[in-house]
């Protein structure tokens, strides 16, 4: 039994050694395999090209925020008014009463809608200095100022926000009546128009009273816009 042992002791050990070294050369042609394997950087994978978000461009995407309307600010008599005469300016004649509003006065967001009332007669003056376009509104039988709201923007156009509702400025479906103007200089506005007054800013915070326009250095010359 003892010389039985320790044959099979001597034929086991032989088996071991071998089955080892099968395990090592195995071992290592993996590892030589593995590290002739080229891979490619994260970066030039096209599964994560694919899977970058699109960010969609600036000008394109709509931007909400709510600004009232100025509501009934003063204006001034024309002889009052120290404007340069080739300030630009919107006029609009309402039931024979003349009114110049001052169109650098209107390009700040907190003034491109100025909310009026002019002879009994609700008037809402919009501006947008993007696009350089204006339009005037009225409500029939309006005594008060319509409620018109600066709603954002959506790319160059102003958004203008009525009754809760948000219209683009050049749309037609916002329900108010449109108003004839006239866009051109102070100096021939006033010659036609002697007895007319006009806005030309909203009142300082610093100074307590009108703003003064910047006049002639940025004035944009006699384009004379008309509306019918």
Known sequence: MRGMSYARSGRVAPLVAIGLATLSVAAIAVWLAAGSIERRPLDDDPSNEASEPQIPDAADM????????????????????????????IGVTVEG?????????MSSTSTHI??????????????????????????????TTIALSLAGWDGDQMLLQLDGKPYSHNSAEIPLTEVPFERTTW??????????????????????????????????GSSKETSQ
Request: proline fraction near 7%.
């Open 62 to 89: 709509a931007t909400p925020f709510m600004t009232p309307g100025v509501r009934r600010p003063r204006a001034i008599a024309a002889g009052e008014a120290q404007l340069d005469d080739d300030t630009e300016i």
């Open 187 to 220: 100096a021939e506005w006033k010659a036609a128009h002697p007895q007319t007054d006009v806005f030309i800013g909203v009142p300082s915070s610093k100074e307590g009273g009108q703003q003064e326009p910047p006049g002639a250095s940025n004035a944009q």
């Open 114 to 143: 100025v909310n009026d009332v002019i002879q009994d007669r609700a008037v809402s003056v919009t501006y947008c200095d993007r696009t350089d376009h204006t339009r005037i509104f009225t409500a029939a039988n309006e005594r």
């Open 97 to 105: 009463v003349n009114r110049a509003y001052v169109v650098t006065a």
